[in-house]
């Protein structure tokens, strides 16, 4: 039954896209720890790491997409589950520096030391075993979701209501955050981690290995997304997103479709943090700043709401964008941000993906399909 | 109002003492209706008369501040929410045909289709062959078989409304609310959805909301006259229309 539920919603173009991200976290990986430096196909860790951070924004995007693009609800704070997948992360190897930390203490983190603790806050522990850590990566976006989606879902919060809150609770969390009293690191939040289930963060073969799992993951979420857009439950989501009272009439209990979608994806999103943290070994408060969430959104557009492959294809161009003009132009980023998000809405409503199958149509008898 | 005491009716809609406001309009002003089962009725009224707000309280989209709302002897609808209703058998149709554009034919006849509803269900089911039969046979009434991979966005709009129909028919209800069908219908148009209306009437209980005397005529049912929130006048078109208080209403001012 679960094979069934898997496959149901595997069409042809995500079968391609989730061989596709597969291969990058393959063959890129293995080019790096194979090849000697000197060889022009050695893919340096640099690229790794960039190439490993762009698939969790990817996976990120998708999470956006899932609730925006399949259910019409405009989150303006997926970065907050994103954060906090990446905090308990954070934590989780913050606590296996040990006494290899500046202060030398075997139980307190550094900026603790620091700030004057005498012992670990009770939210800590269990964060030394990685399963703990993996369970809270998952467990604290969701319940967040949970307990956010389940007031506004049932008071009926929707549209820009509903984004307003949204961006208001990442806000919020980025105060929070930013104190110093929270045991959370403050403003410096938290950093030079050392290792990782006993390896070393810095090692290439880490590198590589977080590559390839931000790959994998990426790819499990298309699959997972791909079978529930694709069940019946994914066609009564899309006719929530279209015409919520109409579902309503029909005696669909529409809170529940959209909590479901809500916390799914905020568990998406938090795994992809985690990915993230180690990956560009830091994490802080402004990972809640409310721009990050929009930005999330844009890559959405870009790439083409609604689709599964649109949200990958968006983050990676994006992100490459942004890395490049930051790089060459650093003036001029947040004006091409601004621009691109003026020209998707003007000229690209569905996106790169939307342009596609735009021009592929061009001149055919169109059949209804499902996009993938 | 205590709802303890067991109210026996063999009406399949009752409605007693409603009465809505809004901001201290009397949107519904002590509003009681008996329609029995199997009955088709036309409620008329000018604009503001209550017609639609009346809709609203027995699909559970307003609730009512005073008031009974009971369907089927049993079910007080003034404490269910839309889902609760529709799930025990109150279908509305709307004034504006309203099909899923973004899904197909097929598609939006399975998700009006009576059953399955909750979402941890939805996620694993497949439709079964018995839906999948039912499906086929709702097609084949509504003449829409060629069309059922088709996204419902690119019908025409009397195929919308054929679709609409073939979901009415899919979600089986009880008792069919119909929200101005023939508003902005040609002639033609109007007589045969009066036709459906009486198709339908053959095997549910409706009721319609119209403004339009001549589709009233044509339905030929008994007829509730709204005004200002309260029943004015109850009986066939004719013995309405010589109702000197009925003329008042609709021609006096």
Known sequence: ?372 | MSMTEQRSTSALLYLSGVTVSFDGFKALNNLSLLVEPGEMRAIIGPNGAGKTTMMDVVTGKTRPDEGEVVFDGKADLTKLDEADIATLGIGRKFQKPTVFENHTVRDNLLLALAGLRSWYKLLLAAPTKAENNRLDEILSIIRMEPQQHMLAARLSHGQKQWLEIGMLLAQDPKLLLVDEPVAGMTDVETETTAQVLREINKTHSVVVVEHDMSFVRALGVKVTVLHEGSMLAEGTLDQVSADPRVVEVYLGR
């Open chain 1, 1 to 372: 039954m679960i094979t069934r539920f898997l496959w149901q919603g595997m069409g042809p173009s995500l079968r391609v896209a989730v061989l596709f991200v597969l291969a990058i976290g393959i063959i890129l990986p293995l080019l790096n720890q194979l090849m000697p430096a000197s060889n022009a196909l050695y893919v340096p860790a640099w690229v790794l790491q960039l190439i490993g951070k762009y698939l969790c924004f990817a996976s990120l995007a998708l999470a956006v997409d899932l609730v925006w693009g399949f259910c019409g609800i405009l989150t303006l704070g997926h970065a907050a589950f994103f954060a906090l997948g990446g905090y308990c992360m954070g934590m989780y190897l913050m606590r296996q520096i040990g006494s290899r930390g500046q202060y030398g203490n075997p139980l307190l983190p550094d900026f603790m030391v620091f700030l004057n603790y005498k012992e670990l806050p009770w939210f800590w522990h269990g964060f030394d075993q990685f399963w703990f850590a993996a369970i809270m990566i998952v467990l604290v976006p969701s319940l967040l979701a949970l307990a956010l989606g389940w007031f506004a879902f049932r008071s009926r919060v929707t549209g820009v209501y509903l984004s307003i809150i949204t961006q208001a609770m990442t806000f919020a969390l980025m105060l929070a955050f930013f104190r110093n009293d929270m045991g959370l690191g403050g403003n410096n939040g938290m950093t030079d981690f050392k290792d990782i289930l006993g390896f070393s963060v810095q090692s290439d073969a880490t590198r590589a290995t977080l590559c390839f799992a931000s790959a994998l993951v990426l790819a499990i979420f298309l699959v997972i997304s791909a079978a529930v857009v694709g069940s019946r439950f994914g066609k009564a989501l899309t006719a929530v997103r279209d015409a919520e009272s109409r579902m309503r009439f029909l005696g669909y209990r529409v809170e529940g479709y959209k909590l479901f979608v809500f916390v799914l994806s905020a568990a998406m999103a938090g795994i992809a943090g985690a990915l993230y943290v180690p990956q560009v070994g830091i994490i802080n408060p402004s990972e809640f700043s409310p721009g990050n969430s929009i930005e999330a959104v844009l890559w959405v557009a870009v790439g083409g709401r609604g689709t599964l492959i649109g949200p990958v294809i968006g983050a990676f161009l994006v992100n490459w964008g942004k890395t490049y003009l930051t790089g060459a132009l650093p003036e001029v980023w947040l004006f091409a941000l601004g621009a691109l998000f003026i020209a998707v809405t003007l000229f690209l409503p569905k996106g790169v993906v939307g342009l596609w199958s735009q021009i592929r149509s061009r001149g055919t008898t169109r059949k209804a399909k499902v996009p993938a």
